[in-house]
């Protein structure tokens, strides 16, 4: 009979062998087997995290298994998850790349402002980041698995937001500090707050927009408070899962494979399902009697634009070298 293992990961992967030998994990105390995340299990990253939990399952034919949580059920927000691991109490966890800016500003990238136009820079400035993902999260105890990208990100509010001047006082949820700065250059009283926190603001009345994604919003039913949705491309932002480096060191070889596999055919299912899941979002949000607003005023992205100009001069001079390396693989934006 096998035993069940506590993991962590790699990103290299051979094959896996089918012959897998059991291993033992010392967690820490009030551990869990869990790989976590605060978004719900039908939002991208929640997606993400049932795949590979399942793949991991099947490509360790058992022997090593972590079971999914989502909704921040474990009361671990995105922002608490790289420590989570770090000091053992989680396996894994999935975390929003921005929420995790206080301890390296490296990942806000995925999502400031205007720096992606479309699918194909998202996946681009991601193949030109990732070596230093992983890296900045080896220097604090843990590999990186795979990343999810979210759609693009826009505003959901209560009345349909089509005028810059609509911005001016709008008390608005983002998603990171730099989504912070941008909106309160542009007007409005903007804070960052968990996704796992938002619904409860806004039925108190003390939020009166959200910056997400359509599958964000899907995936909480946003439209029960905010019937509207503002298409801006702001930014395409990325999810970051990973493992512990501690829980890594005690795997087999095999083992090790095994879960490399299984990050590895997450990763492509996570990048190859966001090329439906757009339109699929905006249908259920039609369904649901949400107005698009696909084409607002230029005034209002112009507005955003001129707020965000410095936050990419700003984030680089943060994060030196390492970031414009990144920018200068990248290269910008590709005309469409």
Same mark, same amino acid.
């Given at each position: 009979m096998r035993r069940r293992t506590l993991l962590a990961l790699p990103l290299t992967a051979p094959a896996v062998s089918s012959a897998l030998a059991g291993q033992t994990a010392v967690p820490a105390a009030g551990a869990t087997d869990a790989m976590a995340t605060e978004y719900p299990a039908n939002a991208m990253p929640g997606e993400g995290v049932a795949h590979f939990t399942a793949a991991l399952t099947r490509l360790s034919g058992g022997a090593l298994t972590l079971t999914p949580s989502f909704d921040a059920a474990l009361g671990i927000r995105s922002a608490g998850m790289l420590a989570a691991v770090r000091e053992g109490r989680l396996p894994a966890a999935d975390a929003f790349a921005g929420s995790m800016a206080a301890d390296d500003p490296l990942f806000l990238l995925s999502s400031l402002p205007f720096l992606t136009a479309s699918f194909a820079d998202a996946r681009r400035l991601y193949d030109a980041a990732r070596p230093a993902y992983a890296e900045a999260l080896a220097g604090r105890g843990a590999r990186l698995l795979y990343a999810t990208? %979210?759609?693009? /990100?826009?505003?959901?509010?209560?009345?349909?937001?089509?005028?810059?001047?609509?911005?001016? @006082?709008?008390?608005?949820?983002?998603?990171?500090? +730099? !989504?912070?700065?941008?909106?309160? =250059? =542009? !007007? =409005?009283?903007?804070?960052? $707050? /968990?996704?796992?926190?938002?619904? +409860?603001?806004?039925? +108190? !009345?003390? $939020?009166?927009?959200?910056?997400?994604? @359509?599958? @964000?919003?899907? !995936?909480?039913?946003? %439209?029960?408070?905010?019937? /509207? #949705?503002?298409?801006?491309?702001?930014?395409?932002?990325? /999810?970051?899962? #990973? #493992?512990?480096?501690?829980?890594?060191?005690?795997?087999?070889?095999?083992?090790?494979?095994?879960?490399?596999?299984?990050? $590895?055919?997450?990763?492509?299912r996570q990048w190859a399902a966001i090329g439906t899941r757009i339109e699929a979002n905006r249908a259920t949000m039609r369904a649901n009697g949400v107005t698009l607003v696909a084409d607002p005023e230029p005034a209002l992205g112009e507005r955003l634009t001129q707020a965000a100009r410095r936050t990419v001069e700003d984030w680089t001079a943060r994060v030196g070298e390492r970031g414009a390396a990144v920018l200068r693989r990248y290269g910008g934006p590709q005309p469409r």
């Open positions: 990208p %979210w759609p693009p /990100s826009g505003l959901w509010t209560r009345t349909p937001l089509r005028q810059a001047s609509q911005l001016d @006082g709008l008390r608005v949820r983002t998603y990171d500090a +730099t !989504g912070t700065e941008v909106l309160r =250059a =542009a !007007g =409005a009283q903007a804070e960052v $707050l /968990s996704f796992a926190d938002v619904m +409860t603001r806004l039925r +108190t !009345g003390t $939020l009166d927009a959200v910056l997400s994604s @359509g599958d @964000g919003g899907a !995936g909480r039913r946003l %439209w029960e408070q905010l019937p /509207s #949705f503002t298409v801006l491309n702001y930014a395409w932002p990325l /999810s970051l899962a #990973f #493992f512990s480096e501690a829980r890594w060191q005690s795997l087999s070889p095999t083992l090790r494979e095994a879960v490399a596999a299984a990050a $590895l055919e997450t990763e492509a």
